[in-house]
Structure formats: structure tokens, C-alpha cells
Nanobody, 124 residues
């Protein structure tokens, strides 16, 4: 049974930082690319970051580039998203996701497994 469990969400002031973690089980973690997505109320799920399993190439949209950092620890079966200089528009439920492919990582439909999400709230 595959499980992805996010943690680390919460309330932070604009300009602050949060670190999200995603603990994976039931998969050969080192063979899965990991992604982070977010979804705000009334909006579509949005790509935030991804890291390939094969060469650990990393991808970000322009909206978070330079502020967010994705990482992975294959020994601990965890992925993380360090979020700095948070803005009110970053507020959303953040999801981690896993896929066995190393392609099309910016698309939600690529991913095989999803966590339950963790809420990030940014006050202005």
C-alpha cells in the first residue's frame, strides 16, 4: 500500500518561511520522481516543484523560482519543499505526489500517487 504523508504546513506571516515534508512508503522511493502541487479555493491544482528520480533534475514555475527549493533524501524516503519569502498568494493546500516516470513532471496527470495535503496559510 502506497502512502504519501505531508507535514509542516501552518500559518506564517508574509515574508516568512515554512518547510514541508513528504514521507513515502510502499514504493521504491529512489525510482520515483517527486512533485509538489498546490490548490487554493476555487482554483485549479498548480504545479510548484518537481525533482526527477533519474538525475535529480529540478523544475519550478516562475511563480516560485528563487523562493522555493525542492529536495529529496532517498535514504529516508522523504521529499521536502523549503518555502521562503512567502506571499499571501502562496496560500493553498499543498500536495506531494510521486510518479515512476521522469517526464512531464509539471503535469498533475503524470503522477501515480498523492498525499492528503497540508494547509499553508500566509497572512499579510
Amino acid at each position: 500500500q502506497v502512502q504519501l504523508v505531508e507535514s509542516g504546513g501552518g500559518l506564517v506571516q508574509a515574508g516568512g518561511s515554512l518547510r514541508l515534508s513528504c514521507a513515502a512508503s510502499g514504493i521504491i522511493f529512489s525510482r520515483y520522481s517527486m512533485g509538489w502541487f498546490r490548490q487554493a479555493p476555487g482554483k485549479e491544482r498548480e504545479f510548484v516543484a518537481a525533482i526527477k528520480w533519474s538525475d535529480e533534475s529540478i523544475y519550478y514555475p516562475d511563480s516560485v523560482k528563487g523562493r522555493f527549493t525542492i529536495s529529496r533524501d532517498n535514504a529516508k524516503n522523504t521529499a521536502a519543499l523549503q518555502m521562503n519569502s512567502l506571499k499571501p498568494e502562496d496560500a493553498a493546500v499543498y500536495y506531494c505526489a510521486a510518479t515512476s516516470t521522469a517526464r512531464f513532471l509539471t503535469s498533475a496527470v503524470t503522477y501515480d500517487y498523492w498525499g492528503q495535503g497540508t494547509q499553508v496559510t500566509v497572512s499579510s
